[in-house]
């Protein structure tokens, strides 16, 4: 099933035409995740995945991603350029609860003639823990009903795995990496949406400890979405 997200995972701002460095020690912006299972035919190379933060280099990378999981039907050059003007547009500024993470695979190959570390982008989500934003504005307008029981933040959204890396922990891992860095922003919650036939995600998102706070409610292509909370101060479920 193609991941989806909305609001935060599955929706997105109203930038969004898919709709939807900090303070962090240096050994958490980059992660290894594991090895490629495609790896085991081949003895000389080995490919690692991990988490860090992007960087404006990997944007036309990421729009990629993007387009490919969101809308993989439309393949145009225009809407690439503006997919990567939105990414540098809601760039984060350093020193601010804002994040754009890709997961990455790395390529090591161990022969004669040198190695490859040639690096492709596979994963990417943005979270935003500033108050008073476009992404808070999203959440207001897809749940009216519930205005008053709205979290303020932080949110994720745009999470997105390239289809030729799904089934691979990838989506997990970038979502532990999102829970270990908003715990440094000492808040309590963190909280996303997903679509409700979304059934992959919503079980990975209960195992990992997520619960409903807001059930089915129509979002903003007609869907129906779950507004998903994790309590930050119990342990990951990995």
């Given amino acids: 099933m193609q991941w989806k997200t909305s609001v935060f995972v599955t929706f997105y701002s109203a ?3 898919y709709a939807f460095v900090n303070n962090v020690p240096m050994t958490s912006q980059i992660k290894p995740i594991m090895k490629a299972s495609h790896d085991v035919d081949l003895p000389h190379t080995t490919r690692t995945y991990y988490v860090r933060d992007a960087k404006q280099s990997d944007l036309s990378q990421v729009a990629d991603v993007l387009m490919l999981s ?3 039907q ?4 225009i809407r690439k350029m503006f997919e990567i003007c939105r ?10 609860q804002h994040l754009f993470l890709v997961a990455c695979e790395s390529g090591h190959i161990s022969q004669d003639n040198g190695t490859d570390d040639e690096e492709r982008i596979i994963g990417f989500i943005k979270v935003d823990g500033r108050e008073a934003t476009d992404m808070h504005k999203t959440l207001v ?3 009216p009903q519930f205005m008053d029981q709205l979290p303020k933040t932080p949110y994720a959204t745009d999470l997105a795995v390239h289809p030729n890396y799904r089934r691979r922990g990838v989506a997990k891992e ?3 990496e999102v829970e270990l860095r908003v ?14 036939d979304n059934l992959h995600a919503l079980d990975m998102y209960k195992h990992m400890g997520y619960e409903i706070f807001i059930k089915s409610m129509r979002g903003e292509r007609d869907g ?15």
């Fill in 15 to 17: 930038l969004n035409p």
């Fill in 70 to 72: 969101f809308t993989p």
């Fill in 74 to 77: 439309v393949n145009d050059p």
């Fill in 87 to 96: 990414l540098q547009t809601t760039f984060p500024t350093p020193g601010y």
């Fill in 141 to 143: 307008d897809t749940f």
């Fill in 174 to 176: 970038i979502m532990c």
């Fill in 183 to 196: 715990r440094n922003w000492a808040v309590e919650s963190l909280f996303l949406g997903v679509e409700a």
């Fill in 224 to 238: 129906c979405v779950h507004l998903l909370r994790r309590n930050l101060k119990t342990e990951n479920s990995i």
